[in-house]
């Protein structure tokens, strides 16, 4: 269940149509068509029964696997050795919320921070807790700009959080833990 809390809404709405139409197919079969026809599937539509079953199974299957799985991090680059190099993760802040993506398992590196201030007033980003070298706080953000921040990370949990005064008692934080 947790699993599936963390998708997004696309990948939510997805995996309900596909369930839903496995779940109408199954209860049909199961309920509705033998009131009607005593004999279903009947000798003659065995073999086309059998066949919807296993491409209904197939597409539930491929939904699961496509549907299930978050793309991955945006701005990944992946050096030469197979290990990521840097990345990059989105944060959009309004008023007196921090916006993160879905984030899967993070591993200790550096990563840059695209701020987009979606607000109507000022706003700045700051990091603390953990191992972090770089700037740990961006400047002041005005209404609909863009701010950047670069650290490395290492095992540990961090808080996200805006230093205006007063904002951060309002909600204006967010956790993440790397490692």
């Known amino acids: 269940m947790l699993l599936l809390a963390s998708l997004s809404t696309g990948n939510k709405i997805g995996l309900a149509v596909v369930a839903a139409i496995f779940i109408a197919f199954a209860l049909s079969a199961s309920f509705l068509a033998p009131r009607r026809w005593p004999d279903f599937p009947g000798r003659n539509a065995l073999s086309v029964f059998i066949i ?7 597409g539930m ?4 696997y496509f549907f299930g799985k978050e793309t991955e991090e945006a701005g990944a680059e992946v050096t030469a050795a197979g290990s990521i ?20 398992e993070l591993s200790g590196g550096t990563y840059t921070f695209d701020v987009h201030n979606a607000g109507k007033i000022p706003h700045d980003l700051a990091i603390e807790g953990g191992d972090i070298s770089g700037t740990d706080k961006t400047a002041t953000i005005p209404p609909g700009g863009d701010a950047t921040l670069k650290v490395s990370l290492g095992a540990g949990r961090y808080t996200l959080y805006c230093t205006i005064p ?8 967010a956790a993440l833990s790397v490692g």
């Not at 190099?85 to 899967?104: C, G, M, N, Y």
């Open 85 to 104: 190099a840097q990345r990059t993760i989105d944060v959009t802040e309004s008023e007196f919320k921090i916006a993160l993506p879905t984030l899967k």
């Open 166 to 173: 007063g904002h951060r008692k309002l909600g204006m934080q």
């Open 61 to 64: 299957l491929a939904a699961v």
């Open 52 to 58: 919807a079953c296993f491409v209904l199974f197939a």
